[in-house]
């Protein structure tokens, strides 16, 4: 276990994910064929390669359509058609899904609770169905405990749930209660999509934080992430980054004040330099455009593939094998 582990109520092992050239592909949509495109498969993921590591955040971005949430279904093993390729490891074994699921914890975009029980109750009974029958009932209560606090709900555990937007939590709290209901689990890794859709940047603030402590447990957590401000970027530790039709165009560290990531792009003929104080968020997804990419006859995926970082994730991904 980290040694920044904060859960000692029950050990978990910490748990890599590496995925080298993933391609993911579902049958045309009619639509399509009828309006005249020639193939029969459409490929949503293109040779992705990348890893989340335990303790670390990481973020997957891209533009409306890049195939981020795609990437995290196929990861999670969540789609149920098309067919996937490519090789998706697990602390160095090929993943069982059987088995992978059990050391999963997968935070959907909509938050689904019951509105008449309290939050600390909705915890409870997540850790009642999903931890194993071998848990004495004072483990699990005092892991129930660990999570409320390391989720900042136990101010609230007593607070009926409710309905969204008429009583009980606000919607900051359930995005809290949707992570706590997965951390109760007891996963290795936390799978997380959009964890700050629909909230304002005091509320996404709050929500990034407790996702940070999470990972500060030792835990392996991804999320896509859509426009995130300054200080929530800079929450993260790595970034994957995707460019419309699943193609992937950075897969690495973001770096203090995101000098990684930034030097990355800059050194990159032709790309605009960011100005002072800039999101550097706003400023990667600006400068990695269709429109600047077309305007400067370049290729970004082709530009990562022949990489020095390219190259040193592929070697790291056959380390952790």
């Known amino acids: 276990m980290s040694t920044r582990s904060r859960m000692m109520a029950l050990p978990f092992v910490p748990l890599p994910i590496t995925f080298q050239d993933v391609q993911y592909f579902i049958d045309t949509p009619k639509e399509m064929v009828a309006q005249g495109y020639p193939e029969k498969k ?33 990861i999670s093993g969540r789609v149920t058609e098309g067919t996937i390729e490519g090789e998706i490891r697990i602390g160095g074994n090929l993943k069982v899904q059987e088995t992978f699921v059990r050391m999963l914890g997968y ?47 136990d101010g609230n ?42 909230l304002d940047a005091r509320a996404a603030a709050i929500v990034m934080r ?13 999320c896509t992430i859509h426009q995130p401000s300054i200080d929530i970027f800079e929450t993260f530790d790595e970034l994957i980054l995707m460019k419309r039709g699943g193609q992937l165009i950075y897969s690495g560290p973001i770096g203090p004040q995101s000098r990684k990531v930034i030097e990355y792009f800059e050194t990159i003929p032709g790309i605009p330099k960011i100005m002072d104080n800039y ?14 990419e077309a305007q400067l006859s370049i290729d970004f995926t082709g530009i990562y593939k022949e990489s020095d970082l390219h190259r040193l994730n592929t070697e790291l991904a056959v380390k952790l094998e």
């Open 42 to 74: 459409l490929k949503l993921l293109c040779d992705i390669n990348g890893a989340f590591h335990p303790g670390k955040l990481s973020a997957i971005m891209g533009v409306t359509g890049a195939g981020k949430t795609t990437l995290l279904d196929v």
């Open 107 to 153: 935070c959907e975009q909509t938050d689904i609770h019951s509105p008449h029980i309290t939050v600390e109750e909705s915890i409870t009974f997540s850790a009642w169905l999903r931890l194993p029958p071998e848990v004495d009932s004072k483990t699990r209560k005092d892991f129930v405990t660990e999570v409320l606090e390391t989720v900042e709900l």
């Open 157 to 198: 555990k007593d607070s009926l749930v409710g309905l969204p937007g008429i009583n009980g939590l606000s919607t900051e709290q359930r995005k809290r209660l949707t992570i706590a209901v997965e951390l109760v689990s007891n996963p290795s890794i936390i799978l997380m999509d959009e964890p700050t859709s629909g």
């Open 210 to 222: 407790t996702v940070k402590k999470v990972a500060e447990t030792g835990r392996t957590v991804a």
């Open 279 to 292: 999101n550097p968020a706003t400023w990667v997804m600006e400068v990695t455009s269709t429109s600047l």
